[in-house]
């Protein structure tokens, strides 16, 4: 990365809040199913629907708790999610019914999508003259983090044991609750004043609703690397099986080292909406690439599959830039974490919708459902721009006059 740490103190706390909170993320993201299904030894069936229904509850809890940070203040508030989520979290070590794993498990989530609602405030008032490029750091932080959580929740799994797994839980928890503790150290920021006008502003905002769903239709391809392709990988190609890995290595590194530099070209709405197209783009040659590794030899598959990975990483830079640009740009100050709340239901959506989808079309229909996916991200990417053109126009000078064209 071009700088291990932000240059001012607020950015330096908020960035080590995000990445021990990350650390505990990459714990339960490694660990956390086989938690429940190995050591607990809930159905799996029961812990999917669980998980299914904790999605679902918290795609309204974001948007209410990014106008209670706009109209309270984000620090405490973003600190109580945290709160609450490390208090969720060390639920699951008494959670050994399917009722109390699914009250934890929706308020652990929940939870996590109200902080990151929470969280957008700060980052505009802290994130300097570029907020979201300051996004962009974190986004890397987030990758390093995660990583070194998987690292050391290889532990648990390697020893299966329930103490091994109930460590794990604490050990999240923990990260959690030393991430709130570190928010703390923030500057106390006041609220901005309250606006005349609706509440709920954001959800009247057609324009910026619409960005919402091309960005939740775009962010199906979080997927594509951790589920589509492992699948498809084993099932139809002959690539060896580590590659699986080494397919995730390589995009986590590629995102830490490029995320901030892909970001910094991307200054305006409309250079955002220009970045979703390129990000379409992206994903529909590496979906070809996926696809046509099917049916070769073994050097071929590893050779057709790195390559897609590595398009499909660029496409995730840029469409991360581009969401980072048009979600902080095109919202108010003074309704910040509302409309990132909203802006948050689109990659909530993907996430419920996105397996089922990708495994639906790319491992059951198999070959030319790799193309239908790979269309799918290329015509979002087009609609990108004409969308972000409809936000700008109410807007006119309010917003930022645009004279960079659209690359």
């Known amino acids: 990365m071009p700088h291990l740490m932000p240059p001012t103190g607020p950015q330096r706390v908020i960035a080590a809040s995000n990445f021990v909170y990350t650390v505990g993320s990459g714990l339960y993201l490694t660990a956390g199913v086989l938690y429940f299904t190995e050591a607990v030894r809930l159905p799996a069936g029961q812990v999917g629907a669980g998980l299914g229904l904790a999605g679902l ?8 708790a990014g106008h209670l940070a706009d109209t309270r203040g984000a620090r405490g508030v973003y600190a109580v999610t945290l709160v609450v989520q490390a ?61 070194l ?29 030393v991430s709130a503790a570190v928010v703390c150290l ?23 609703l619409a960005l919402t769903a ?51 070209s991307i200054d305006s709405p409309t250079s955002g909406g220009g970045a979703y ?15 046509l590794a099917a049916g070769t030899p073994p050097w071929a598959a590893v050779t057709l599959l790195m390559a897609a990975v590595v398009v499909h ?12 640009e048009v979600s902080f740009a095109l919202a108010p100050d003074h309704a910040t974490g509302q409309y990132l709340g909203v802006f948050g239901l689109g990659a909530g959506l993907a996430e419920a919708i996105g397996p089922g989808l990708l495994i639906l079309l790319c491992v059951t229909w198999g070959r030319p459902g790799w193309y239908v996916v790979g269309a ?30 659209a690359i």
């Open 214 to 264: 091309i960005d939740g239709i775009m962010a199906v391809q979080f997927k594509v690397l951790t589920v589509a392709l492992p699948l498809w990988l084993v099932g139809a190609t002959t690539a060896p099986r580590w590659l699986v890995s080494g397919t995730m290595v390589l995009n986590t590194v590629m995102v830490i080292v490029f995320q901030v530099r892909a970001s910094r």
């Open 87 to 147: 208090l969720a979290t060390a639920g699951f070590v008494l959670a050994d019914r399917f009722w109390l794993f699914l009250v934890a498990v929706c308020t652990a989530t929940g939870a996590k999508a109200a902080g990151l609602a929470a969280r957008s405030p700060l980052i505009r008032r802290y994130g300097g003259d570029r907020p979201q490029e300051f996004r962009a750091y974190l986004r890397a932080v987030t990758n390093v983090g995660i990583s």
């Open 57 to 64: 509850v918290s795609l309204a809890v974001g948007i209410a």
């Open 313 to 324: 990483t660029l496409g995730e830079l840029w469409h991360s830039a581009g969401g980072f």
């Open 277 to 291: 197209r390129r990000a379409g783009a992206a994903f529909l040659l590496s979906c070809s690439l996926v696809s």
């Open 149 to 177: 959580g998987a690292v050391l929740a290889g532990w648990a799994v390697q020893a299966g044991t329930l103490t091994a797994y109930r460590l794990l839980v604490v050990g999240n928890a923990a990260a959690f609750a």
């Open 376 to 405: 799918l991200f290329a015509l979002t990417g087009l609609a990108a721009p004409l969308a972000v053109r409809w936000a700008q126009r109410p807007r006119g000078e309010s917003v930022a006059h645009e004279d960079a064209p």
């Open 186 to 208: 923030l500057p106390h920021a006041p609220p901005r004043p309250v606006t005349e006008g609706p509440r709920w502003v954001a959800l009247r905002d057609r324009p910026y």
